[in-house]
């Protein structure tokens, strides 16, 4: 069993499928339960996708991922070269009160991934957003 998995990929919206399945094997392997294996990919997603669609106008925005699963956390390191963004500070608020219709898009999956992680952080660093999430596997 290894526990750690690094991935990059170039402009990554349309290999996000590949990158689940990558992720989703080191779970297994790492014998994440069912729950732990839902948050961090549904964070991820959010998060890879968010950089992709959002961090360069032509979408090339190359992305680094790396996993560390110990016994009591799961860590994750994201980084990118897309545009300065803190999705922390800098995404808009959802609307959580309106009906799905009237809310305006944005927001949603930075607060779903606010909402599951223990610890978040970011920095911009060497012209790089570093994003690290921690989750604990008994949250």
């Not at 690094?6 to 080191?26: L, N």
């Not at 110990?70 to 545009?83: F, K, L, N, Q």
């Not at 995404?91 to 305006?104: I, K, N, T, W, Y």
Request: with cysteine; hydrophobic share 35%.
């Amino acid at each position: 069993m290894t526990n750690l998995l690094s991935i990059t990929a170039q402009g990554c919206g349309d290999q996000w499928p590949q990158i689940d399945s990558q992720v989703e094997s080191f779970g297994r392997a790492n014998e994440w339960p069912p729950d732990l294996d839902f948050t961090i990919r549904l964070m991820l997603e959010e998060l890879v996708l968010n950089a992709v669609s959002y961090g360069s106008e032509d979408k090339s925005v190359t992305i680094h991922l790396e996993l560390k699963s110990e016994a009591d956390m799961v860590r994750i390191e994201m980084s990118d070269d897309g545009h300065a963004f803190n999705p922390f500070e800098d995404a808009p608020s959802p609307d959580l009160d309106s009906g799905v219709e009237q809310r305006r898009v944005g927001g949603l999956g930075v607060h779903l991934v606010k909402t599951m992680a223990d610890e978040i952080s970011y920095r911009r660093l060497d012209d790089m957003n570093r994003i690290m999430i921690t989750k604990r596997r008994d949250s």
